[in-house]
């Protein structure tokens, strides 16, 4: 049993790169596809602090959506890792800087450190890219 997962690890990072990327993709597609959420965190970025609220807004949105993208094919894995890592630090810095309680913290968190694997170590065997 042990020797099977052993020589199938490469499944288990597939799965958790497919779980995550679709968790960031369902996350931002409301900002995508109407105008007026993306308003509406341009108001929350604005209301943080956050210079250029609408262009912080699209940069965050889009950035996690490529990101995302880029991520799930396996491509460009670690720079598409990198984008995702800075937005989801800037994330979980809100949440902290808020005091918000751990439990809003999580996905920010769980986003985070999820990039920080494939940042480190790449997309895994199901890739487009040989070189993620």
Same mark, same amino acid.
């Given at each position: 049993?042990?020797?099977?997962?052993?020589?199938?690890?490469?499944l288990?990072?597939?799965?958790?790169?497919?779980?995550?990327?679709?968790?960031?993709?369902?996350?931002?597609?409301?900002?995508?596809?109407?105008?007026?959420?993306?308003?509406?965190?341009?108001?929350?970025?604005?209301?943080?602090?956050?210079?250029?609220? @609408?262009?912080?807004?699209?940069? /965050? +949105?889009?950035?996690? =959506?490529? &990101? *995302?993208?880029?991520?799930? !094919?396996?491509?460009k894995?670690?720079?598409?890792?990198?984008?995702?890592?800075?937005n989801?630090?800037?994330?979980?810095?809100?949440?902290?800087?808020?005091?918000?309680?751990?439990?809003?913290?999580?996905?920010? @968190?769980?986003?985070?450190?999820? /990039? +920080?694997?494939?940042? =480190?170590? &790449? *997309?895994?065997?199901?890739? !487009?890219?040989?070189?993620?």
């Amino acid at each position: 049993m042990m020797k099977a997962i052993l020589t199938n690890q490469h499944l288990g990072i597939f799965l958790f790169r497919v779980f995550l990327c679709l968790q960031i993709l369902h996350g931002v597609l409301d900002n995508i596809v109407s105008w007026n959420r993306m308003l509406e965190f341009r108001d929350f970025l604005q209301s943080e602090g956050f210079p250029f609220p @609408l262009m912080s807004a699209l940069l /965050s +949105v889009y950035g996690q =959506f490529f &990101g *995302a993208l880029f991520l799930l !094919l396996g491509y460009k894995s670690r720079w598409a890792a990198a984008v995702l890592v800075l937005n989801f630090m800037l994330a979980a810095g809100v949440h902290l800087a808020n005091n918000d309680p751990l439990t809003a913290l999580f996905p920010a @968190l769980n986003i985070l450190f999820g /990039s +920080v694997l494939f940042l =480190f170590n &790449g *997309a895994g065997r199901f890739a !487009l890219d040989a070189n993620n």
